[in-house]
């Protein structure tokens, strides 16, 4: 199976701040590779997909690059409704996993 | 609008059974690919199963296979999750969610509120 590690694993920022959490695929996963966001008590939301398609109706602050098995998802400006837990997830091969999560918060 | 409405989890007894359902609406069900995605308290999201959405092809996570079974009944817009031989490692709650293929996995634009599965003596 495919491995996916994240970091960090949570993170603290400021209102405003850029944030960046890195995913790394143990493959080349092509760009076959998802985001997803989780606030707590709540079903998981699709963000990014496809590496760095934004999905329909997500602000244009979130945003996704990479190819190969190097990652990487931003916010370009925190909002504290950003506070969640941010998953990664490969679908190049099955099974398709997720990584461990990286748990947002507000300084 | 999509909806996805899980129901039938509750508290088993380790080498138990359980049947969860999935009551899909708003999209032509037999269209996509269905999963069921589980997460355990303070854990991570784990996939557990995937079935096509003609109900041909169904795929498990190494962690249940041999015990669960995901179906589907096209005609009901129904998706389910019989889980047999339960352990107490598999309390968590069980997220239905509809993929963007039809026979393969894609990604989830939408999924259910969850069901909660315990698994304790």
């Known amino acids: 199976d495919i491995q996916m590690t994240q970091s960090p694993s949570s993170l603290s920022a400021s209102v405003g701040d850029r944030v960046t959490i890195t995913c790394q695929a143990s493959?080349?996963?092509?760009?076959?590779l998802n985001w997803y966001q989780q606030k707590p008590g709540k079903a998981p939301k699709l963000l990014i997909y496809?590496?760095?398609n934004l999905e329909t109706g997500v602000p244009s602050r979130f945003s996704g690059s990479g190819s190969g098995t190097d990652f990487t998802f931003t916010i370009s400006s925190l909002q504290p409704e950003d506070i969640a837990t941010y998953y990664c997830q490969q679908y190049d091969n099955l099974p398709p996993v997720f990584g461990p999560g990286t748990k947002v918060d507000i300084k | 609008e999509v909806q996805l409405v899980e129901s039938g989890g509750g508290v088993v007894q380790p080498g138990g059974s359980l049947r969860l359902s999935c009551a899909a609406s708003?999209?032509?069900?037999?269209?996509?690919?269905m999963h069921w995605v589980r997460q355990a308290p303070g854990k991570g999201l784990e996939w557990v199963s995937l079935?096509?959405?003609?109900?041909?092809?169904?795929y498990y996570a190494d962690s249940v296979k041999g015990r669960f079974t995901i179906s589907r009944d096209n005609s009901k817009n129904s998706l389910y999750l019989q889980m047999n031989s339960l352990r107490t490692e598999d309390t968590a709650l069980y997220y239905c969610?509809?993929?963007?293929?039809?026979?393969?996995?894609?990604?989830?634009?939408?999924w259910g509120q969850g069901t909660l599965v315990t698994v304790s003596s």
């Open positions: 969610a509809k993929d963007s293929l039809r026979y393969s996995s894609g990604w989830y634009p939408y």
């Open positions: 493959q080349d996963i092509s760009n076959y």
């Open positions: 079935i096509s959405g003609d109900g041909g092809s169904t």
């Open positions: 496809d590496a760095s």
């Open positions: 708003g999209f032509t069900f037999d269209d996509y690919a």
